[in-house]
């Protein structure tokens, strides 16, 4: 059975999503944001950050204030940055809810569909992009989930052989500017990337196309997992990177990415991602190997 309460969250008006298994909480009056997720009745798995911003030259601070957002790629503030703090349209569906916001200044129109199914402990998130504007825009789909520090993040890296014979490369790591490659917070190994959300200072950020699809965050013995479809062969921003691990003091971001394409007026694109947690560790052997030092 699925439960739709409207409640308070972390001091935030939000609509409450709940089974037998997992809760979850949206807010009303801003976003939308996923800023609450609990499995059985336990600690917010997500990180909550109410005074967080980013300073846009010219404009309005954008707000963070954390759990789960949708933005839009490639990174430009222009386009990345536009505040969200009108309330959204919050209708409520066959286990779940859908959710729309206002049309932003640059014409796009976010929206998403929340599925809960009755007793696992899975959600699926659809996020679209709606392009109501005059113009075409060229842009990708881009989801961040942000969560508390003291976990360790994964990135798997491809294992496929990209010919026969293994002659050409087949993993790719993309590193943003602000990233030391000899951060004893970044673990590089033949199967994964994996970072150590302990940071005291700086920032770092690593991405890498990824066919495998998913990315995790292991929390003690709590497993968050995202999944999302990769395109093979798709033109994916911030050179090919599909998924990406963002870490601070503060945070840490699981971020994936639909691939770029040109969006003329009326149309829309969706990127959907279906969210797993695991307890106890009863984790998917493919993921307990690649935590095992950790």
């Given at each position: 059975?699925?439960?739709?309460?409207?409640?308070?969250?972390?001091?935030?008006?939000?609509?409450?999503?709940?089974?037998?298994?997992?809760?979850?909480?949206?807010?009303?009056?801003?976003?939308?944001?996923?800023?609450?997720?609990?499995?059985?009745?336990?600690?917010?798995?997500?990180?909550?950050?109410?005074?967080?911003?980013?300073?846009?030259?010219?404009?309005?601070?954008?707000?963070?204030?954390?759990?789960?957002?949708?933005?839009?790629?490639?990174?430009?503030?222009?386009?990345?940055?536009?505040?969200?703090?009108?309330?959204?349209?919050?209708?409520?569906?066959?286990?779940?809810?859908?959710?729309?916001?206002?049309?932003?200044?640059?014409?796009?129109?976010?929206?998403?569909?929340?599925?809960?199914?009755?007793?696992?402990?899975?959600?699926?998130?659809?996020?679209?992009?709606?392009?109501?504007?005059?113009?075409?825009?060229?842009?990708?789909?881009?989801?961040?989930?942000?969560?508390?520090?003291?976990?360790?993040?994964?990135?798997?890296?491809?294992?496929e052989l990209e010919d026969e014979h293994g002659l050409?490369?087949?993993?790719?790591?993309?590193?943003?500017?602000?990233?030391?490659?000899?951060?004893?917070?970044?673990?590089?190994?033949?199967?994964?990337?994996?970072?150590?959300?302990?940071?005291?200072?700086?920032?770092?950020?690593?991405?890498?196309?990824?066919?495998?699809?998913?990315?995790?965050?292991?929390?003690?013995?709590?497993?968050?997992?995202?999944?999302?479809?990769?395109?093979?062969?798709?033109?994916?921003?911030?050179?090919?990177?599909?998924?990406?691990?963002?870490?601070?003091?503060?945070?840490?971001?699981?971020?994936?990415?639909?691939?770029?394409?040109?969006?003329?007026?009326?149309?829309?694109?969706?990127?959907?991602?279906?969210?797993?947690?695991?307890?106890?560790?009863?984790?998917?052997e493919e993921i307990k190997e690649l935590f095992q030092?950790?």
């Amino acid at each position: 059975m699925i439960d739709k309460i409207d409640t308070v969250y972390a001091g935030l008006e939000c609509v409450q999503l709940k089974n037998d298994q997992l809760a979850l909480w949206i807010t009303k009056s801003f976003g939308p944001r996923l800023i609450g997720l609990e499995a059985q009745g336990g600690e917010n798995l997500l990180a909550v950050l109410p005074d967080a911003r980013i300073p846009v030259e010219g404009r309005e601070d954008y707000s963070l204030r954390g759990g789960h957002r949708l933005w839009v790629a490639p990174e430009r503030p222009e386009t990345t940055y536009v505040v969200d703090d009108a309330a959204p349209e919050i209708v409520p569906a066959q286990a779940g809810l859908d959710i729309t916001q206002p049309v932003d200044r640059t014409g796009i129109q976010k929206s998403w569909q929340v599925r809960l199914p009755p007793e696992d402990l899975q959600v699926t998130l659809n996020h679209r992009l709606t392009n109501r504007g005059e113009k075409t825009v060229r842009l990708a789909p881009w989801a961040v989930t942000m969560l508390p520090p003291g976990g360790v993040g994964l990135l798997p890296l491809q294992q496929e052989l990209e010919d026969e014979h293994g002659l050409w490369p087949n993993r790719q790591l993309l590193v943003w500017p602000y990233t030391e490659l000899n951060s004893p917070y970044l673990d590089i190994s033949d199967h994964a990337l994996r970072i150590r959300a302990e940071m005291t200072v700086g920032a770092l950020k690593v991405g890498a196309p990824n066919p495998a699809g998913w990315l995790a965050y292991r929390q003690r013995e709590v497993l968050f997992i995202k999944r999302t479809e990769y395109s093979k062969g798709a033109n994916y921003p911030d050179r090919g990177a599909s998924h990406e691990i963002y870490c601070s003091p503060t945070v840490i971001e699981l971020e994936t990415l639909g691939p770029l394409l040109d969006l003329a007026p009326g149309e829309s694109v969706d990127h959907r991602e279906i969210w797993q947690v695991y307890l106890n560790k009863s984790w998917p052997e493919e993921i307990k190997e690649l935590f095992q030092d950790f």
